[in-house]
């Protein structure tokens, strides 16, 4: 089944310990993207990635890193977690052809919360 | 002033109503998506377009270039079209979304 697995799906942790969020995504996507939602503020753009070690920032970089070693790994690093990234975070994938970024598909989300 | 405006902020209509969502956007877009997310937070691409319309079951979606619109239509809507749907433009890899629509069918 085509899908892009983001994990952990939840986690509630304190300022300053580092943690990574992983996705993964099984259709060969050269396209990677990390958002986050808040109320009122909707989906932003994190970081995104064209393909293998390309990686771009997005509208919100601040505070976060990702890495692009293996086409279908997206990592989303927080070093240093403060309590403003607490939020609800998607990553996606798709085909960039033609110079369009195809439709793409979307994780289930992971619901950070830094105390 | 965001890049990217969606009308109404929610609509709530009666089980078989058409229904109408906007989206008009200030900047030069390569493409222009729009997602569904459902109550449990799903997100679920529905459609992108570069230009014209593009037909899937009930759902319609329009846009013009031109006018920097887009319109996504529901005919014969149903309670399980109720979610939130976004509209999405790229300007060149970056991704931009409007606020959201949320939309309620009533039985």
């Known amino acids: 089944e085509a899908q892009v697995t983001q994990n952990p799906r939840y986690l509630i942790t304190v300022t300053g310990k580092k943690l990574t969020v992983t996705c993964s995504q099984n259709m060969n996507h050269e396209y990677m993207s990390w958002y986050r939602q808040d109320p009122g503020l909707g989906l932003r753009q994190i970081y995104y990635?064209?393909?293998?070690?390309?990686?771009d920032k997005g509208d919100v970089p601040e505070g976060y890193k990702v890495s692009r070693k293996e086409k279908r790994n997206f990592p989303l690093i927080l070093e240093s977690p403060s309590p403003n990234q607490t939020s609800l975070y998607f990553c996606?994938?798709?085909?960039?052809?033609?110079?369009?970024?195809?439709?793409?598909?979307f994780g289930d989300g992971t619901r950070l919360s830094i105390l | 002033k965001n890049e990217v405006e969606q009308s109404p902020q929610n609509l709530t209509a009666q089980e078989g109503e058409f229904i109408t969502i906007n989206c008009s956007y200030s900047v030069g877009i390569s493409a222009l998506h729009w997602l569904q997310q459902h109550p449990g937070g799903g997100i679920v691409s529905l459609f992108m377009?570069?230009?014209g319309k593009k037909k899937h079951g009930r759902l319609i979606a329009t846009i013009n270039i031109q006018e920097k619109h887009s319109s996504l239509h529901i005919t014969a809507s149903h309670p399980r079209d109720s979610a939130v749907y976004i509209c999405?433009?790229?300007?060149?890899?970056?991704?931009?979304f409007g606020a959201g629509t949320r939309l309620t069918v009533k039985p």
């Open positions: 377009l570069s230009s």
């Open positions: 999405a433009v790229r300007v060149n890899n970056d991704m931009r």
């Open positions: 996606a994938s798709s085909f960039p052809s033609g110079g369009f970024i195809q439709p793409q598909h």
């Open positions: 990635s064209m393909n293998v070690e390309v990686t």
